[in-house]
């Protein structure tokens, strides 16, 4: 109980501004995803209001910001491209589904996996992204346009030396629409984007036949909602923990994040996950608790429904600069002396893997491919096996495995003498393939006539060469 209540009253006002803040920075991006699904304004804004809401209750992370996402709208446009609505909220039902089932069962574990070089370059690849995502909204406007996003950039970083009661970017919101509105500037707004709901979402079952062939339709899309929605949430959560120093319950924001989807299905919203831009935003403004998402998604229908005509007026200049603001900070400027210090190795995983995030638009794709890629350095790296020779004696040095096993064949094809002793004291047999070749050695030398003797096997190698021999 007590946890409950500092997750939720321990940071009362700041929690309820920093969500005022986000649940601003959450329309335009709404409103940019449902245009991407090709779906109405409203299944993108009722899916932000509906997981925030109730991911505030059951998610593992507080201060993170769930919504409609980019990353899930593309794994979305084929579906409603060739099946219709109802599919996509049938999919995200079953996303909800499995992804709960994989909270039970432990995915955050894989975290876990992830190295520190991919992490680095996940992160600024968001940056770079949340900056790039910005750019239609500025580039091929008015000179005006640039004017206020650098003004409201810079009161961003200038409010907080005066006032911190209140969060800089919802100043610079307000200071830089009223100043518009009275000024008449021409500026893209908010209601340029699309038209706004005037009705809360209501309880519905997607229209769809329950039968086998509805499954076969919606199950690759929904398993990829899944991965594609667990990755980017864990990984938003793994940068809060470090923004504010503190831990999460990653399985149980997994089982949140699933319980999100599946209720968010049946009030007409489109999937959705972890927001990094968001969350940043919530953090930097002083959000810490489970109160301030709570506040983002009731503040996001509150500004929708009642001050639907007001928020249309919104300059788009001015959450841009709040928006470039949080890429600035999102990406790590420590990487750039990570690059110069860190192995060569480990700069090439972080690289790679920023290039293939901002060239496939897809977080997951890139993530994955960075674990793929530091794997293999690893394997590579720790696969140097050597045979020293002392007289008869040949000592191995370094793991056995499949990725060394060639090289320590190659060691045994030019013996001369009569018998040998090979030796695993500075060794390990990790695998079924090491065994195959220590075999494959004994085997061919002693086809030569040359007797073979294995020593200094440790109890573990021992045993998996007694076993698989």
Same mark, same amino acid.
Request: hydrophobic share 50%; glycine share 8%.
């Given at each position: 109980m007590n946890t409950l209540k500092q997750e939720w009253f321990g940071n009362i006002r700041a929690d309820i501004l920093a969500g005022m803040v986000v649940g601003l920075a959450l329309i335009p991006e709404a409103l940019a995803f449902a245009f991407i699904v090709g779906v109405d304004p409203r299944v993108a804004l009722y899916a932000s209001f509906t997981i925030a809401v109730i991911i505030s209750f059951v998610g593992g992370r507080p201060g993170l910001i769930s919504a409609a996402t980019g990353a899930m709208a593309l794994v979305l446009v084929n579906l409603m491209a060739n099946h219709g609505l109802e599919y996509v909220l049938a999919a995200t039902i079953l996303t909800g589904i499995i992804q709960f089932f994989l909270g039970i069962f432990g995915v955050a574990k894989l975290m876990r996996f992830i190295p520190n070089s991919v992490m680095l370059g996940f992160v600024n690849a968001l940056g770079i992204m949340i900056f790039m995502t910005q750019m239609p909204y500025l580039i091929g406007f008015n000179m005006m346009t640039y004017v206020f996003a650098i003004i409201t950039l810079i009161l961003v970083y200038v409010i907080p030396r005066f006032l911190k009661v209140i =969060?800089?970017?919802?100043?610079?919101?307000?200071?830089?629409?009223? !100043?518009?509105? *009275?000024?008449?500037?021409?500026? &893209?707004? !908010?209601?340029?984007? #699309?038209? @706004?709901?005037?009705? *809360? =979402?209501?309880?519905?079952?997607?229209?769809?036949?329950? %039968?086998?062939? %509805? /499954?076969?339709?919606?199950?690759?899309?929904? *398993?990829? *909602?899944?991965?594609? #929605? /667990?990755?980017?949430?864990? /990984? %938003?959560? &793994?940068?809060?923990?470090? @923004? %504010?120093?503190?831990?999460?319950?990653?399985?149980?924001?997994?089982?949140?994040?699933?319980?999100?989807?599946?209720?968010? #299905?049946?009030?007409?919203?489109?999937? #959705?996950?972890? /927001? !990094?831009? &968001?969350?940043? !935003?919530?953090i930097k403004s002083g959000g810490r608790g489970r109160l301030s998402t709570f506040t983002a998604g009731i503040f996001l229908m509150f500004l929708i429904i009642v001050l639907g005509d007001t928020v249309q007026k919104i300059p788009m200049p001015v959450l841009v600069g709040v928006m470039i603001m949080v890429s600035m900070t999102t990406f790590n400027w420590g990487s750039f002396k990570f690059i110069k210090q860190a192995p060569k190795s480990e700069s090439i995983v972080m690289i790679t893997t920023v290039i293939i995030i901002l060239y496939t638009q897809n977080l997951a794709i890139g993530v994955v491919i960075g674990v793929i890629l530091s794997a293999l350095m690893f394997v590579g790296k720790i696969s140097q096996v050597k045979v020293i020779k002392e007289k008869s004696e040949y000592k191995v040095q370094g793991p056995l495995f499949f990725a060394s096993t060639t090289k320590f064949i190659q060691y045994f094809r030019h013996i001369e003498e009569d018998r040998i002793v090979i030796n695993f004291i500075d060794s390990h047999i990790w695998d079924e393939s090491a065994v195959g070749a220590i075999i494959k050695v004994k085997q061919k030398l002693e086809e030569k006539g040359v007797q073979v003797r294995i020593v200094g096997l440790n109890s573990m190698s021992k045993q998996l060469y007694e076993q698989l021999r």
């Open positions: =969060p800089a970017p919802l100043v610079a919101i307000v200071v830089m629409t009223t !100043i518009a509105l *009275l000024a008449d500037v021409k500026l &893209q707004t !908010i209601g340029d984007l #699309g038209t @706004m709901p005037n009705t *809360l =979402p209501t309880f519905f079952i997607p229209n769809i036949p329950i %039968t086998f062939e %509805t /499954l076969k339709i919606i199950f690759p899309y929904a *398993l990829a *909602l899944s991965i594609v #929605g /667990l990755l980017e949430s864990l /990984l %938003t959560s &793994q940068v809060l923990d470090d @923004m %504010t120093d503190t831990e999460s319950d990653k399985n149980k924001e997994a089982r949140g994040q699933g319980i999100a989807n599946f209720v968010n #299905g049946f009030f007409g919203g489109m999937a #959705g996950c972890a /927001l !990094i831009g &968001q969350s940043v !935003i919530n």
